[in-house]
């Protein structure tokens, strides 16, 4: 547990490092301006907290990331419209917790940050990111000049790959097993 928020707390580190206009750790985001970071951060943060559907006020993206070390006896986060804007400033103290948390494995490029979140057997954090949210919610930022790094679009258009080729597999295996 205390792992999980090392993590997490190195992240704020990296953000308030930003807001003072110095750039963030290049080993661990590589080729990343404070400026970019920082709107990664606020970017991913107004995803997560995206009513897409309508149905339920529970129903964000935010709550595929559910983390016990962060969240304690975990409760799906509710969904305000006043919080849509800015919900790292707006939300609650529970939300901001999570927001945090699944925005630190989704900004560090180690893989173990996702795991030490959310547990071993957890998939890729960069990969439930792409497959929660509405591709167009990121297809805006990415085209965007120099609003987003790199190396985090890299990454990003990396688990869009694995994720088209682990369905492309999925459908393949089904008909396999039809044909049987």
Not at 171 to 180: E, M, N, P, V
Request: hydrophobic residues 40%; charged residues 25%; aromatic residues 8%.
């Amino acid at each position: 547990m205390l792992d999980a928020w090392d993590r997490v707390i190195a992240l704020e580190a990296e953000i308030l490092a930003a807001l003072s206009g110095r750039t963030p750790d290049q080993f661990r985001f590589n080729f990343t301006s404070g400026a970019q970071l920082l709107n990664e951060v606020d970017d991913i943060a107004g995803i997560l907290c995206r009513n897409y559907w309508g149905y339920t006020r529970t129903n964000i993206p935010l709550n595929a990331f559910s983390c016990p070390a962060i969240t304690p006896g975990y409760l799906p986060q509710d969904f305000y419209e006043s919080d849509g804007l800015h919900p790292l400033a707006t939300g609650s103290i529970r939300k901001r917790r999570s927001l945090l948390g699944a925005i630190c494995a989704i900004l560090d490029p180690d893989p173990t940050t996702g795991r030490t979140l959310y547990g071993p057997e957890s998939r890729p954090s960069i990969e439930e990111f792409v497959s929660t949210v509405e591709r167009a919610a990121i297809e805006i930022h990415i085209s965007a000049a120099d609003r987003w790094s790199p190396s985090f679009i890299s990454r990003l258009n990396g688990a869009r790959r694995a994720l088209d080729q682990k369905r492309k597999v999925s459908k393949l295996a089904a008909i396999w097993s039809l044909r049987r």
